[in-house]
């Protein structure tokens, strides 16, 4: 696989994101699925778009379920993505989302993806330009999630760094200044343009944060705090395209609604007894249809984080990348909620 090889994803040409028990995946029929689905692929290191209306991802049989790619290392201009300050990293992509705009970009699109080695980075989409990305520092920091805020600034969580930062990235393509709050667990950001609140999720606590001061000069305040139920563990938060008022959270227990307006968390939506299991790394629902996607590891993949396959629930499918270690799986949209 080439690294520097690019084409648009409009033009339906290929463009040639951890711990937990390991739980096997309920098997689904290939069934129907209605949308473009983006993920980190960790044995090839590199970002996948996949159309998950074509009943196969089998790259031999359905090639064209591959809508995009993008590997970010040294040779496409992203040196930080390399893992030569990291013995125990495999280069896994942890998290990656598409948003409208970027670091420094008026209009248009950008990807952002954190990998285990320390890497947090934000391409413009579709061309896979960089505009911005920083090395946090290798081993013992484990980026988990990233988000981009609408000032062009970058967050970030990592887990075993214990932290959720604001980076300057709308300063300048190598910015490493950033705002730090520290999390236990880091897992989850999320930005909240209703509340204008910047959420985050650990081992613990989801919190609530206040993005304060300028983009050259951030700060983070913790305006709200509240407990994860059962015996905690938070993998993954995602909106609720169906309510404004909630978010999804999983955490080592099961997935939850969290209802902002009381505070409380729920286990009471659409097609809760099948979603609801445990050690779900990834959920979400798409805007329109309201289908859902989830990801859990699955025997097999050769770590104890990781599945091949996305499962779809609200019309019942699954879909396998052969040969691919996923953590985590998104709806390949740009809205914040």
Known sequence: ?????????????????????TAPAQAVSAGDAYGWVVMGDGKARQVVV???????WDPVKEPEALKWKWKPSAK???PEAELDDCTLCSGAIADARLRYGGPRQTGGKS???????????AASYPSGK?????DTGGDG??????????NGNVVAAATKGSWVRVYTASQSPTSKKYAEFK???????LWDPANELLWALGDKDLVALKVGGTPAQP??????????????GGHDMAPVFGDKGRLWITTNDAVYQYVKSTSSFTTEYANADNVNVRLVKSVGDQQGTGQILRTRPKSGCGASWCTDTVEFFGGTASRTLPGAKIYKARWFRPDYQ
């Open 1 to 21: 696989m080439g690294h520097g090889k690019w084409m648009s994803a409009t033009t339906g040409a290929a463009l040639v994101a951890t711990l937990g028990m």
């Open 50 to 56: 996949l159309d998950s209306r074509s009943k196969s």
């Open 76 to 78: 496409n201009g992203f």
């Open 111 to 121: 990807v952002l993806a954190v990998n285990d080695g320390g890497f947090i980075g």
């Open 130 to 134: 960089r505009l911005w990305a920083v």
């Open 141 to 150: 920091i484990l980026p988990h999630a990233v988000e981009l805020l609408p």
């Open 183 to 189: 999390l236990p667990g880091g897992h989850g950001v």
């Open 219 to 232: 700060s983070l305040t913790e305006t709200q705090r509240v407990a994860l139920p059962g015996k905690k």
